[in-house]
């Protein structure tokens, strides 16, 4: 099956919430980063919608919501058609529940928020894990992975080196996201939470600027089919099936643009790529390409199975599992698949 991949950016604010830029400055540092879309997700509102979702240039601009309780479990809704407005929801379930009635996709946002911090960004991690019905989460949340290490010292110094900040997914996230992924497929994404704030009093500081932000995290879909320019609701349907299918992977190309990486499994003549689930047929060889030299790590169910350095690395997997790929450049994480799913005949009942 030919695919065709397409990169853009998930989670990001505006002023149509608590985003420090206009629509109009987003999509012009998106477009300037080189993304084909970006997914608005406003606190409560879809507001945007109407005036902003489509083609502008290049880039496409999708508007979607992030459910926003006050006391954490905040979900990105997309593709739902009415807001949900869900601020003094106790419970999670419900607003999954809400978000699949409407035909939406429900990803948990920075579900390990991170410690309190001295930065005005509020510890809001997802506390409903009895909550199912999900697609998937953020395994890397940009913004709380730079906020965890900032305080008032070296505020100045991360301020001006982010990267310096950036250490990678929150190992809690990955070890839950393997956890989950042995019952049923959990789509991993990473999400920017862009805000663009401008530091009260001293509005020339812009913290973690949209443009900059644009190209650091990066979510790599595989569509079936390329985006097309003529139809902003079909190039939109194509986006959303690439992930709630987890036909994706996760690429912080601030490194290196990890644009061509590739990781699919042969069993039995038959090709399998990133998100599907196969009964095991007792052989498969899983194949990683990377478009520069990486150290490239295999896990099944969360374990390390083999690693090297170079741009491919094949394996035999004689054992069913969910096996995922992990790339590193020297000491930072680069790239992070999503799993192929290689089911266990279930045990046969007395
Ligand atoms: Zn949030
Ligand atoms: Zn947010």
Known sequence: MELFECVGVIHVHSRYSDGGGSVKGIIKAARKAGLDFLILTDHDTLKPRRKWQGWHGDLLLIVDEEVSPWIGNHLLALGIKEAIEAKRALRAQPIIDEVKRQGGLALLAHPFGGKENFLPVRDRPWLDWEADGFDGMEIWSYMYDW????????????????????????????????????????????????????????????????????????????????????????SIQLIYE?????????????????????????????????????????????????????????LRDGEEMCRRVGTELRWEATEPGVYRVELYLGEKPWVFSNPIYLRGRPEASP
């Open 147 to 234: 906020v965890e290490r900032i305080n008032l010292l070296n505020l100045p110094y991360y301020y001006l080196h982010p990267e310096e900040a950036i250490e990678g997914p929150h190992p809690e996230a990955l070890r839950k996201w393997d956890e989950l992924g042995k019952e049923r497929r959990v789509v991993g994404i990473a999400g920017l939470d862009a805000h663009g704030k401008r530091v009260p009093f001293l509005p020339f500081i812009q913290i973690l600027p949209y443009e900059y932000l644009f190209k650091t995290l990066r979510n790599h879909l595989l569509l079936t089919e390329p985006l097309d320019r003529s139809s902003a609701e079909r």
């Open 242 to 298: 690439a992930i709630g299918e987890g036909r994706c992977f996760v690429g912080y190309d601030l490194l290196a643009d990890s644009s061509g990486f590739s990781f699919r499994c042969e069993m039995e003549g038959e090709e399998v790529v990133m998100g599907e689930e196969r009964e095991f047929k007792g052989r498969a060889t899983l194949i990683v390409s990377s478009p520069f030299p990486a150290r490239i790590r295999l």
